[in-house]
């Protein structure tokens, strides 16, 4: 294998490997990118733009201007978005969901959130049913956490929900062929029946909110780029089954504390838990990839390299919301003005900070769970 084999970008639902370009994913995948145009449509309705979109972690989008062109004319939207629980959830994870709380406040709507612990268990092969399911109940305290409202946040844990699914999951998967389903998924004759079907259950949550309610209004989800393939199979027969297209809003992941890459559960050292202890946390930041030298000497000399430095990355997206301590931050880097030392400090305070204030709602969390979890 080449070096650049290594490095060839791979992003499916289930597999995301080597340098994500995400603007060949936009080509690729189809999406649209977020105009200024747009984002100031947006804006309009959030009391200015969040974070995330400013600093264009969210950066593509399906009909979001279909969307809002629908909201300003008096038909609302649902959100929707949802967790794979496999394992602990780590910050990477909270991102969206972060954002998605916003959007929730926002526009005063409301947001079905799918656990799917059936879906972990079809594709991995070692995975076991009740091992996911439980990590699904660890994993909503981690939402509930955020703050979402519990009047207007519903969880759906797919095992113990499917009664609710399984009507519109047969709606879907009839009118999905193998042969679009192998296209979008890369299904081969060795994937087994449970995957092969499985897709049809993520497209649900686009149009429960019909069946609960009788009203019929588009779903937004705001996801990372990586779903997206689901949401195109779930396009095409939105309309013949009576439905809005559910539109996308896309982030891109926020990366892991190694080399490249997104953060992922899979390599634990550079991955933030929301569980994680503060020596912990110190730890994994001590030693992240930075964009610093190899001595002290010859980073005052040159300076640093932001572009590349993981540390700077949870600045941009995360924790330095003041755009002039962002730029100041990166001119002193770059002209050799700060060592990776001191970011490196600054981030674990900044984590830790907000890891025990999180770990105290998680705890409260456990409290109120239950509400979260969607009725008949
Ligand atoms: N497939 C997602 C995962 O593995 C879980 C998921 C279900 C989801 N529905 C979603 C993610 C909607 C985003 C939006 O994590």
């Not at 009047?151 to 759906?156: A, G, H, K, R, S």
């Not at 700060?338 to 900070?353: D, F, P």
Request: with cysteine; net charge neutral; hydrophobic share 35%.
């Amino acid at each position: 294998m080449t070096d650049e084999d290594k490095n060839e970008m791979v992003v499916t639902p289930w597999e995301v490997k080597g340098k994500v370009d995400y603007e060949r994913l936009i080509q690729e995948f189809g999406t649209q990118p977020l105009t200024e145009e747009l984002l100031q449509k947006l804006a309009k309705h959030t009391d200015g733009l969040h974070l995330q979109l400013a600093r264009k972690l969210f950066y593509s989008h399906r009909d979001l201007d279909v969307v809002l062109d629908l909201y300003e004319k008096g038909t609302k939207f649902v959100l929707y978005t949802g967790r794979g629980p496999s394992g602990p959830v780590h910050i990477g994870h909270l991102v969206p969901w972060i954002f998605t709380k916003h959007l929730q406040e926002k526009f005063e709507t409301r947001l079905y959130f799918q656990m799917t612990d059936d879906e972990k268990f079809v594709i991995e092969d070692d995975a076991k049913l009740a091992e996911n399911t439980r990590f699904g109940y660890e994993n909503a305290l981690d939402l509930v956490a955020l703050g979402f409202k519990p009047e207007d946040t519903f969880i759906i844990y797919d095992v113990q929900d499917i009664d609710l699914l399984y009507d519109i999951a047969l709606e879907v998967a009839k009118r999905i062929t193998y042969s679009t389903a192998k296209a979008t998924f890369g299904f081969q004759d060795s994937t087994n029946l449970g995957w092969i079907f499985w897709p049809a259950i993520q497209a649900v949550p686009c149009f429960l909110h019909k069946k609960l309610t009788g009203e019929n209004v588009p779903a937004l989800i705001p996801a990372a780029i990586d779903q997206d393939p689901f949401w195109r199979i779930t396009r095409d027969i939105a309309q013949k089954l009576g439905y809005y297209k559910p539109a996308q809003i896309h982030c891109r992941f926020l990366p892991g504390l190694g080399i490249g890459g997104k953060m992922s559960a899979s390599e634990p050292e550079t991955a933030i838990f929301t569980v994680d202890q503060p020596d912990i946390v110190k730890r994994k930041v001590w030693n992240a990839f930075t964009g610093g030298k190899g001595t002290l000497a010859e980073q005052k000399k040159y300076g640093g390299d932001p572009e590349v430095c993981t540390i700077f990355q949870y600045f941009l997206y995360l924790f330095e919301e003041d755009d002039k301590k962002l730029s100041e931050r990166k001119r002193r880097c770059i002209a050799g003005e700060i060592m990776c030392g001191e970011c490196k400090t600054e981030l674990t305070g900044r984590l830790n900070k907000f890891l025990a204030e999180h770990q105290k709602k998680r705890e409260k969390a456990k409290d109120i769970v239950k509400r979260f979890h969607i009725k008949r």
